[in-house]
């Protein structure tokens, strides 16, 4: 699925992922109103979901853009409607366009596998894809992402027997990952990999718990440019992260330079005796990250 | 001293010289007001708002100092139009040449105009990192201007070639500025210029008054930084934002207070588990009503303070 997330996507487009961010910008999709006409059922389903009423031109071209977003990564198969299944929050208007913190609630009405997180207007729009494993507790997820443009996000539920369910929100954020934050570029490298986790409270085995899990890593998108040598600054990016008690998963996570710097995650978890929670992280240099948690005893 | 204050054209109005261009120029000086805080130093105070098609992005306290053989622009402007506005200000009150042209962070409104000083071939004093900074950032900030202002006005920014390690002396004849390079606190390129002969200590934006002060560092390397400025013996600062000269180290109360106060709030937010939604609601409301544009900056350096303490 990483795979097809940068490469397909960017094939889609016809371009490497790298070169995306300058001609998105410079040049925003121009599809015309007539095609939207043309269009089947499901993107007016969607643009029914809007949250606030947006300027015709836009709507018309943020449903077209999610149109073929949602065709290249799901293919022919429908979405439904995620309303009663999931919600998703993000602040209307972001206060850090490279951290915009996202939270992800699902009802329980569906048994659900797999979340796909996707921010539309960015370069390389499939910020997540979360694989629940046995020990995972789906109905809340948290997690910081980067936004490009002023732009839709979609989460998408995709239940174990197999059907869709989409939900999504508008964001007004810009610059999120060709402006990159480079504060102290050095010090944030001196600790690349490190993680912390906090659990919430005292964990019982069998008890559906919360953990943040933070991870230290520039998770650079390679889009920013040098304008001395016209290279872009290389990318390196945290693409797998991998949680599990024992030999149990609780998630698995594909992610993108869509995360922002430092990804932080919130998960629910449903614990299997007091083992610790294992974390691996694998970034786009093959560097793997390894550290385990204790999940009694933090008392937070 | 050459200086060319609005009592000069008045007088030469009355010896019936105010022509048109004489008239356009007390225009363009009624739009570009400058301040003269100490002898030869000279600060066009910024208005408190966003970067607007009216502002020119002139939003940020800029000027120049002049000495006997030249003269040091510090931070060139917010944008072409104002860079080039700072030119000819810079012109009525002197004609020595400009040497040097100091940028003292890599914001969009304090540097914006420096290409307007090119035809000067001043030296670019900047941070050790601004280069860097400025390659990461430089083309994002120039797109946001031309946004607003188009691309011929957006202005360009220029590479310093003079980086204080940590400190510079810039020459100006009878007249010795020293440049300091800071550790990581408004953002990590920023520069302060001190000018002994008059006690004037230039922060820019290490200091905010009356303007809520945005994060873009390090806040804890901010309060640092603050605190080790406070010893230094000045007559006055002036501010990156604010008026043109406030009385130092009085002036540095009311940012060190509201930096402390965003630090103990996340700091208490992370202990009892907020998330950062939270933190940003909860976090230094007290401060509301105590500064300009709170609510425009306040949630996001509550974010970059969040970030940066989650890792304590």
């Known amino acids: 699925m990483k795979a097809f997330a940068r490469e397909q996507i960017a094939g889609w487009l016809g371009r490497p992922v790298s070169q995306l961010v300058c001609e998105t910008l410079l040049a925003p999709t121009k599809f015309s109103a007539v095609r939207i006409s043309k269009r089947t059922a499901l993107a007016l389903g969607l643009l029914a979901l809007l949250s606030a009423p947006l300027r015709a031109e836009d709507d018309a071209e943020r449903a077209t853009r999610w149109k073929d977003l949602s065709q290249a990564i799901f293919g022919d198969r429908q979405l439904l409607d995620g309303a009663g ?12 366009a490279s951290l915009v913190p996202i939270t992800i609630g699902l009802s329980g009405a569906e048994k659900v596998k797999a979340l796909y997180v996707v921010v539309d207007g960015n370069p390389s729009p499939l910020a997540g894809t979360f694989r629940f494993g046995p020990l995972a507790d789906p109905r809340t997820l948290k997690t910081r992402v980067r936004v490009e443009q002023y732009t839709l996000m979609h989460a998408v539920a995709e239940t174990e027997d197999g059907r869709l369910f989409a939900t999504e929100r508008f964001v007004k954020a810009a610059g999120g990952c060709s402006a990159p934050s480079a504060k102290d570029a050095a010090a944030a490298m001196a600790r690349l990999g490190q993680m912390r986790m906090r659990v919430d409270g005292t964990p019982e085995p069998g008890q559906p718990a919360t953990a943040h899990l933070l991870i230290s890593h520039p998770n650079n998108t390679g889009m920013a440019m040098d304008q001395v040598t016209r290279h872009f600054v290389p990318a390196r990016y945290i693409q797998d992260i991998k949680v599990t008690q024992g030999d149990a998963v609780v998630f698995e996570l594909d992610a993108d330079i869509s995360l922002s710097e430092d990804p932080a995650i919130t998960f629910g978890f449903i614990p299997q005796g007091a083992a610790p929670l294992q974390v691996v992280v694998e970034d786009s240099a093959r560097a793997v990250f390894r550290q385990s948690f204790p999940i009694t005893g933090q008392g937070s | 001293m050459d200086r060319a204050g609005p009592g000069r054209l008045t007088r030469r109005g009355a010896l019936g010289l105010l022509g048109a261009a004489a008239f356009a120029r007390q225009a363009s000086a ?17 208005v408190h708002e966003e970067a607007t098609v009216a502002n020119a992005d002139g939003i940020a306290n800029i000027g120049f100092i002049v000495g006997r053989t030249g003269v040091a622009v510090i931070d060139p402007g917010g944008s072409g139009i104002d860079g080039t506005r700072l030119r000819e200000a810079l012109r009525r009150v002197t004609p020595r040449p400009v040497r040097y042209v100091v940028l003292s962070h890599v914001h969009p409104d304090h540097i914006f105009g420096a290409g307007a000083f090119a035809p000067d071939g001043p030296v670019f004093v900047g941070h050790p990192r601004a280069r860097d900074v400025m390659v990461q950032r430089g083309e994002f900030f120039r797109n946001r201007l031309a946004d607003i202002y188009g691309i011929e006005d957006a202005g360009d920014y220029a590479m310093p070639t003079l980086l204080p390690e940590p400190t510079a002396e810039l020459d100006l004849g009878g007249r010795t ?4 390079s800071h550790a990581t606190a408004h953002t990590d390129a920023d520069l302060s210029v001190l000018d002994p002969q008059t006690g004037t200590l230039w922060l820019s934006d290490l200091l905010f008054v009356n303007r809520v002060p945005a994060l873009d560092g390090s806040i804890l390397g901010w309060l640092r930084e603050l605190d080790a400025l406070a010893l230094q013996p000045a007559a006055r600062a002036v501010p990156g934002h604010g008026p043109a000269a406030v009385a130092w180290p009085e002036a540095a109360g009311a940012q060190r207070r509201y930096l402390q106060a965003v630090v103990d709030g996340v700091r208490a937010a992370l202990r009892r588990g907020d998330d950062i939604e939270t933190a940003v609601r909860t976090v230094a409301q007290e401060e509301r009503g105590r500064w300009l544009l709170f609510d425009d900056y306040h949630g996001r350096t509550v974010t970059a303070a969040y970030k940066e303490l989650e890792w304590e």
Do not use: C
């Open chain 1, 85 to 96: 299944v999931m919600s998703l929050e993000a602040p209307a208007r972001a206060m850090d």
């Open chain 2, 30 to 46: 009624a739009l570009f007001p400058l301040v003269e805080v100490a002898p030869g130093i000279h600060v066009r105070p910024g």
């Open chain 2, 177 to 180: 500025l020293l440049v300091r």
